[in-house]
């Protein structure tokens, strides 16, 4: 053990070990390091020391010593229109950064690491295959309950648009506002935080349906009390999180992503875990995999249900049940065996259809939650948009766009900051027809926060909702929808075209074609060789603006990969731009 190796090298491990709560006899046990997110500041986080403690336990029943650290994460929700949120993609790098120093510089054999939301997930997937030579899990946090009349979290920037508009009274507005988030555990919708314990599990590095179970429930704790127990036994066993961590593994996860309808900020983790494995994600395989899987999931925001009833539904198995015949089902798990075999263990248990007698209480049928693959919601959910504007792509979520908007032309508008674009909206000074621009908002530009406000306020606006677009090299909430289109890249700061567009010129969005292109200059359109000239002048009088943070923020935005790349630090380019 790697644990026993280390402990021979330096004498004073021990006796600081035996200062705490270990014993002599521990000292020579399976040593686990048991890292989560817990803290205060986010209802995803605040009920995951309850769920260590039950991994703890797990781990020394089976004959191992528990190591329990803690990096809490940080709340986009709360983060959100704030400079906080330029800190959020960063986030990600850091906890994995830590759970990195965390083993690297104790005595242990094996890791499990338990976290729910939005950026916990992703950084401690990325840590798991930094370190793919060691066993390992990861433990989802769950999800929380719906509130009154299953209102959710993702509703209340459109209720608050409503509010600006006189929609909707104020005492209304407040008892919502108050009553979205009644519990903890990852927000009720199929956001970033549902979406990356869905594709934990798809990846084989979470016991089967794990993933947005109801954290305030018992099934939670005893999931992860099982997981401490199933670790020791990797280790005995020798699997390893690189055993795990396949091509095939990560396609597996790609096409349970189509079903789910999930979150585009996916497209920055995924890429971003795989690379620490040598495995690269091509944007273009989103695209054709989103060709060929039906999308099932009737979830918010792109469907009608909150994600709580996802679980009740069957959940990630339930999914992947109806789309097994694309799976790679040969692919292992943490369990020991591959998809196929948990699938056909879960059948065997009737796991699925216990979990949906808790829908009786909803009155709504599972086939209401998770469609039938031969009779799906859609064909997949995201696609990858190329063109003159986005010559290294870009991303839009058509699950959750008009389907008016899938061809649309339109003059721009360019704001280079959120918050003027979100009032430009709200108070009437966009004309319908419009395509928004918000640039400067890339990973190199402030870190990529999400562009969720101007984007609820465009999707609740009647008059806008269904002829007016967005585009950003910045990224989306997982709860936003409506005809928006992010990652553009490359991204302004680093000089990509969508740095030059200027006021009036005419945008071309082609969801079906999968194009986005500058096809004129200042309302008038030009043959695609005019524009091409246009786009050469503008670029060759651009001047790259200065660096406008400090700090750890400011190191980032010096080493950040481009967004289609997983947005990461790449520690290997020299810092001096």
Request: aromatic share 6%; hydrophobic share 40%; glycine share 10%.
């Amino acid at each position: 053990m790697r644990s026993q190796d280390l402990r021979k090298l330096g004498p004073e491990i021990d006796s600081l070990k035996l200062s705490m709560d270990w014993s002599p006899e521990d000292l020579g046990l399976p040593q686990v390091l048991v890292d989560d997110v817990w803290g205060d500041a986010l209802p995803g986080s605040y009920h995951l020391k309850e769920l260590t403690e039950a991994v703890c336990n797990g781990t020394y029943a089976s004959g191992g010593k528990p190591a329990p650290m803690h990096v809490t994460d940080m709340c986009d929700g709360i983060a959100q229109g704030t400079e906080g949120m330029n800190y959020s993609l960063l986030s990600r790098e850091i906890i994995c950064d830590m759970v990195e120093i965390h083993w690297r510089a104790q005595p242990l054999d094996a890791m499990v690491l338990l976290s729910s939301c939005d950026k916990g997930i992703p950084a401690h997937l990325k840590a798991m295959a930094r370190i793919g030579d060691a066993p390992a899990i990861h433990v989802p946090g769950g999800t929380m309950m719906e509130g009154p009349g299953i209102f959710t979290l993702e509703q209340v920037g459109t209720i608050y648009a409503m509010l600006k508009r006189g929609q909707i009274g104020q005492e209304d507005y407040r008892f919502l506002q108050c009553n979205a988030c009644p519990t903890e555990g990852c927000c009720s919708f199929m956001g970033t935080a549902n979406t990356m314990q869905s594709l934990s599990e798809a990846l084989g590095l979470t016991l089967p349906g794990a993933a947005s179970m109801p954290a305030f429930a018992a099934h939670i704790r005893h999931k992860a009390e099982l997981a401490g127990r199933r670790i020791v036994r990797m280790l005995d066993e020798g699997l390893k999180t690189e055993d795990i961590l396949t091509r095939d593994a990560f396609e597996n996860a790609i096409m349970v992503h189509a079903a789910i309808g999930g979150s585009t900020n996916a497209l920055l983790h995924i890429p971003a875990i795989s690379r620490e494995l040598g495995i690269t994600i091509h944007p273009k395989l989103w695209d054709d995999i989103n060709r060929h899987i039906p999308l099932l999931l009737n979830v918010r925001p792109s469907g009608c249900h909150p994600a709580i009833l996802f679980w009740y539904a069957g959940g990630v198995p339930g999914i992947m049940m109806q789309i097994k015949d694309h799976l790679h089902l040969d692919a292992m798990t943490v369990t020991g065996r591959t998809i196929g075999e948990n699938l056909k263990e879960l059948e065997r248990q009737h796991f699925i259809e216990h979990m949906r007698r808790q829908l009786e209480s909803y009155k709504v049928k599972a086939e209401d939650v998770i469609f039938p693959a031969a009779k799906p919601r859609g064909e997949g959910s995201l696609g990858i948009l190329e063109g003159n504007l986005a010559p290294g792509y870009a991303v839009i979520k058509y699950a959750a766009v008009p389907k008016e908007m899938f061809r649309h032309t339109g003059p721009a508008i360019v704001f280079e900051d959120e918050v003027s674009a979100r009032d430009a909206i709200l108070k009437g000074g966009i004309v319908p027809g419009s395509v928004i621009v918000i640039r400067y908002v890339g990973p190199r530009g402030c870190g990529m926060p999400e562009m969720y406000y101007p984007t609820e306020a465009l999707a609740s606006s009647p008059e806008l909702c269904t002829t007016t677009a967005l585009i950003t090299d910045g990224r989306f909430s997982g709860a936003s929808r409506g005809p928006c289109i992010g990652y553009v890249s490359p991204e302004a700061m680093a000089g990509g075209p969508i740095a030059i567009v200027e006021k009036d010129d005419l945008i071309e969005i082609d969801v079906v074609g999968r194009s986005l292109n500058i096809v004129g200059a200042r309302g008038r359109r030009e043959s695609p060789e005019a524009m091409e000239a246009i786009i050469r002048e503008r670029m060759a009088k651009w001047v790259k603006p200065p660096q406008k943070f400090g700090g750890v923020l400011g190191l980032y935005t010096t080493l950040a990969t481009s967004a289609m790349e997983g947005g990461y630090m790449d520690t290997g380019r020299c810092p001096i731009d």
